[in-house]
């Protein structure tokens, strides 16, 4: 069964509801998953989405902060959550799928602006929660399973718009880098979106403080879309939905997609 996802750190589910439900309305993928909603569960508004198809919904929520959010056409249960890190943030939610697929959403904290965690406590609590997701997926070792979402580093010299000025900047720091990548070995995750865009420059998220971001594009690849190796074979499509970020009163990220044949 073919499936098509999609992955969004929409910066406030109910501020940007309309951008949520247009693209739902012109891209339509089976299933989206949803970061930084800011949102209770209960007030995720729900009835426009479930107008558009989008009729379940397995999600982890807080007052102004973080959360999570899988909104999918296709039936899924709560398959749980994991509070990495023990911040008590809304940042992991898991959805399985009727086929048995896993989908682990996350978002990772971003880390704050210095890349010291002496000097900076939010840095080191990403660090930690990454610790901590590594562990996880080191004991639990995930099969036929997805996970998506805004991991907050952009992990190759081609995600950045300029890998050697951004090398102390947090998001792509070699700290960073190093516990992504000891995340994706532990669950022995493969990054789809470059399994099929292997080569080129790749971005998912442009600053509010660029006046222009389209003509500066000094951009990063912040989000992204895994699968463990049992399923990567049935992946293709992959693409990063530039045009959502040009939309009125836009997120900073733009959607991220990638399509299952499963």
Known sequence: MPFTLATW?????RLREALVARLMAEEAPDILCLQECKSPVELIPLEQFQALGYRY???RGQKGYNGVAILSKLPIVDAGDKDFAQL???RHVVARMENGV???NCYVPSGGDIPDRNENVKFGQKLDFLTEMRDHFRWERPD???LVGDLNIAPREDDVWDHKALLKIVSHTPIEVEHLTAV???GNWQDVTRKDIPEGRLYSWWSYRSPDWDAADKGRRLDHIWATPDILGATHSSRIFRAARGWDQPSDHTPVFATFDL
Do not use: L, Q
Not at 9 to 13: A, F
């Open 144 to 146: 036929r399973a997805i």
């Open 184 to 186: 994706m070995e532990a």
């Open 88 to 90: 008590g943030h809304a």
């Open 9 to 13: 750190n929409i910066n406030s589910v």
């Open 102 to 104: 896993t989908i682990h």
């Open 57 to 59: 919904i397995v999600a």
